[in-house]
């Protein structure tokens, strides 16, 4: 049994120092090499359709594509700093918080209105490397899953993760004011991801974990943000991210009935790294540290702040049902049920899975109106 030390690298999950202690190393390079340690797989099955709920996924996802330069109209002007006024707003400003004995004790609305503009820039730059480590991601299980069903999807989700990390490159590049290089803990997690051999931990790693979060972070943006293009790119990702989710919701169910206890064991604790590692990233230390205050003290008064709170622990809203759909929360001795419990997470097992809510996301007609005629 692995201790939180072997899995983590730390006892305490809540351990400031060692999250912080953790930063990007090589955001200068200009490329990040990691190996994927995995044998590309040909099967001489090609009896399409044995695996029924794979195969009408992939159906579906071949009249789904939307194309990001022609449906969306990327001739909105966005006023960023007014987006930031109008999110600050929404989020009922700071009330009457007490900022005495914090980093925060002498910021004017000019230093607010900064930190909600670099929250906005390091945001989509997160979604924006999210998407690439996806893209990546997916290309592997074409070639690592064993299942022609599953290649033929994967193959359709790489276009639709080309086009996410088009489409946040060009927000960022034509509507935002700054990038963000790559999360710390962002980046431990995708080179787990693609460094495990296993084609199934791809699958968890990014259809389960990160993908669910990604869709869970869209949805919640996507309800709050006033800014319509934006609003609108999300609506088109998130009808994509939900199909994604439930390939891999859908694919692990069959392939977890396979696998002996100490192998789910192993899967159940990749899990927890995985949201571990993802909650770690929303402190979003590298925001603080450019706002040029002290990252330390101003992170322990974020982590107190409960809108906060509430906030990030909605952001599993989808990966926990899913996590129970696959028998991950109470397998064995339900690991990963107390594991969850401890990050505050546990409340949301019984929503609905993605396997059963996809269809739910996908785009009208009209909505893909643009490129069909085009
Ligand atoms: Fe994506
Ligand atoms: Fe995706």
Redesign the pocket.
Known sequence: MSTNEEIIGRAEIDDLEAILAVSAADVDEAVRAVKDNADAIFTWDYEKGRRPALAKLYEKSKISMWNGETDLPWDTVVDQEQVARDNQALNGGLGDLDLSGTPFHNWKEKEWLQLGMEFQNWSLSQFMH??QG??ICTAKIVETVPWIDAKYYAAT?VM??A???EVFAKYLDTKLNGHYPLNAHLGLLLDDIIEDSRWDMTYLGMQIMV?GL?LAAFGLMHMTTPEPLLKQLLRY?MS??AR?VAFGVLSLKEYYEELTYDEIRERQEFAFEAAVRMRDRLLQQEVLARMGIDTKSAIKFVMEDEGRQLFQTMLFSKIVPNCKKLGLLDAGDGWLRTKFQELGVIQFEDLTDTSDEYEAFALGKAELGASATA
């Open positions: 999210g998407e996806a893209l989700q639709d993760e086009r996410h990390v993908e990604a990702v994509d991210e994604h």
